[in-house]
T-cell receptor, first 112, second 110 residues
């Protein structure tokens, strides 16, 4: 099992460009999450999907949209990237909410 | 004051030493998560516990609900244990919210 995979690993964008971060899990988990991690700060939840067909905002959803494409895949879209969105983005999944989460390797995004 | 606090922030020890990392929380929680973040950035879940003690290899995690405190212990520490260790608490009042500690950076010298 690959666990949780994320693409791309690295990305550089110019202000105003859009992009989609992809996440997939092969553990048949119901719940999936998107976090961002900034230097000196803990992880902050952007959006989560408790189960297929549902998505909800986390702590810092502004500037992002998500799609739970199917049970396996959960994508994060930046419609108009801003320098404040420079961060490392982690996708995670869990069998259901409120239990152990498994993390992908992260995407390092720089917005110039 | 952060709702989840870890101590120490940084810890340097010699190979073989017994390591203790502490996590205190001030809110009601349903469970506590210990994770390890490697120097390369990857995050690995170590333990999820809501009471008592769990052990996996050289790692032991304990939680005292009454005292609102959890500890992560590493026995016979090794340089490969060098990483940032993070505790995160599931808020009792939320379906999804993990309240994250700031992390403890551990360096084990050979």
């Amino acid at each position: 099992n690959a666990g949780v995979t994320q693409t791309p690993k690295f990305q550089v964008l110019k202000t105003g460009q859009s992009m989609t971060l992809q996440c997939a899990q092969d553990m048949n988990h119901n719940s999936m999450y998107w976090y961002r991690q900034d230097p000196g700060m803990g992880l902050r939840l952007i959006y989560y999907s408790a189960s297929e067909g549902t998505t909800d905002k986390g702590e810092v959803p502004n500037g992002y949209n998500v799609s739970r494409l199917n049970k396996r895949e959960f994508s994060l879209r930046l419609e108009s990237a801003a320098p404040s969105q420079t961060s490392v983005y982690f996708c995670a999944s869990s069998e259901r909410i409120r239990i152990t989460q498994y993390f992908g390797p992260g995407t390092r995004l720089t917005v110039l | 004051k952060n709702e989840v606090e870890q101590s120490p922030q940084n810890l340097t020890a010699q190979e073989g030493e017994f390591i203790t990392i502490n996590c205190s929380y001030s809110v009601g929680i349903s469970a506590l998560h210990w994770l390890q973040q490697h120097p390369g950035g990857g995050i690995v879940s170590l333990f999820m516990l809501s009471s008592g003690k769990k052990k996996h290899g050289r790692l032991i995690a304990t939680i005292n609900i009454q005292e609102k405190h959890s500890s992560l212990h590493i026995t016979a520490s090794h340089p490969r244990d060098s990483a940032v260790y993070i505790c995160a608490a599931y808020s009792a009042g939320s379906n999804y919210q993990l309240i994250w500690g700031a992390g403890t950076k551990l360096i084990i010298k050979p």
